[in-house]
């Protein structure tokens, strides 16, 4: 088929398949999942009432992975199939540990190795950081490492936000479509292709998730996995592509405007973090401290936290695709994380004074 289309209608046909499959397969998988009792009961940490199933990650899977395998040219991305054989190895990880639950070592070495299979045997790592703190291109014996570890953050960022209905997946959608946008106008068409593939398998999920009641359905491990799998490829590509600034849509400062673009996941992992090593708490046990949980006890619905939460990443994207030129790498990075720490520390001052 995309020997007949042209690039905009293949992707808006890539785009269309797969959700229309994850919205499709949904229904069917809930029956399931109901039947063999697949699903997340309340407890003391979560914020849901009733039994709802958590295998959404599995509709997800399937809209992406058929869609990639229809409509993407492999002879142009022969890295493709090394993020398939990362997506797939995930899918098992995250699909264990939604059915069965799984040691967090046990996850994060299965993590490792899934990562790990797209940095030593693709060209998809980082080889160049941009003039940060004076370094520019970087060897394979520390870039591999560093290209891992930043697989990992952004993998684990949207496992860790994953806590209220529409959170991971809105974000997910806002930086697949701005990056897809990106790839788009710098004529990266397959890259753009699977960046609109996975924003149709969440707004297909999102139609179950957000705006269901008999037919509602978590993500899961399983698709909060995969979802930070795939963004944080199409990171590292726009990463990589914006080392020469020789084309109309160079960004001169890509890792800045790459944190913007996961301003909620990498913030919000990154304050739960030091927040439980200061209380001296097990670094990846959950609890109740992320943002989203803050904006719940103000009084806010499910859906307003997440139109808000998605509104802060959208923003600072788009500030940062802005004011690359302007300033410097460290400067934009320094301007976004004191941004960052000041929005997210209002909702907090606000729950404060309403606890007075």
Do not use: C
Not at 231 to 241: A, D, W
Not at 267 to 282: A, E, G
């Amino acid at each position: 088929m995309s020997e007949y289309l042209s690039e905009p209608y293949l992707i808006l046909v890539a785009f269309s398949a797969s959700m229309i499959i994850t919205a499709v397969s949904i229904p069917s998988i809930i029956k399931v999942a109901l039947l063999k009792q697949l699903y997340d009961e309340p407890n003391e940490r979560t914020i849901h009432s009733g039994s709802v199933p958590t295998l959404g990650g599995m509709a997800i899977f399937s809209g992406f992975m058929v869609s990639v395998l229809l409509f993407s040219d492999f002879s142009q991305v022969p890295e493709l199939k090394y993020v398939l054989a990362a997506t797939v190895i995930l899918f098992f990880v995250g699909i264990k540990d939604d059915i069965l639950v799984i040691a967090p070592l046990t996850k994060l070495t299965g993590q490792i190795f899934a990562v790990s299979v797209i940095a030593f045997f693709s060209d998809l790592q980082l080889t160049n950081l941009h003039g940060f703190f004076g370094i520019e291109h970087i060897s394979p014996y520390f870039g591999i490492p560093l290209t891992i570890f930043v697989y990992l953050v952004i993998v684990n960022g949207f496992n860790l936000i994953d806590g209220i209905d529409g959170l991971s997946a809105g974000i997910g959608v806002s930086a697949a479509g701005i990056l897809g946008i990106w790839f788009y106008l710098a004529e990266e068409y397959q890259y753009a292709l699977l960046s609109a593939v996975i924003a149709g398998a969440l707004i297909g999920f999102l139609r179950f998730n957000v705006f269901s009641v008999k037919n509602k359905i978590f993500m899961g491990d399983t698709g909060s996995l995969i979802l930070g799998l795939v963004i944080s490829v199409l990171i590292v590509k726009f990463n990589e592509l914006n080392i020469k600034h020789d084309f109309e849509y160079a960004k001169y400062s890509a890792p800045a405007i790459s944190i913007a673009v996961l301003t909620v996941p990498l913030y919000d992992t990154l304050r739960v973090m030091f927040i439980r090593f200061f209380q001296m708490k097990p670094l990846f046990k959950p609890d109740k401290q992320h943002i989203h949980h803050i904006f719940i006890k103000m009084g806010l619905s499910h859906k307003q936290a997440v139109l808000i939460l998605v509104m802060i990443n959208v923003f600072f994207s788009a500030a940062a695709m802005y004011l690359h030129n302007l300033m410097g790498i460290r400067r934009l990075i320094l301007l976004m994380l004191l941004s960052a720490m000041i929005v997210f520390y209002i909702p907090v001052l606000i729950l404060n004074i309403k606890k007075r």
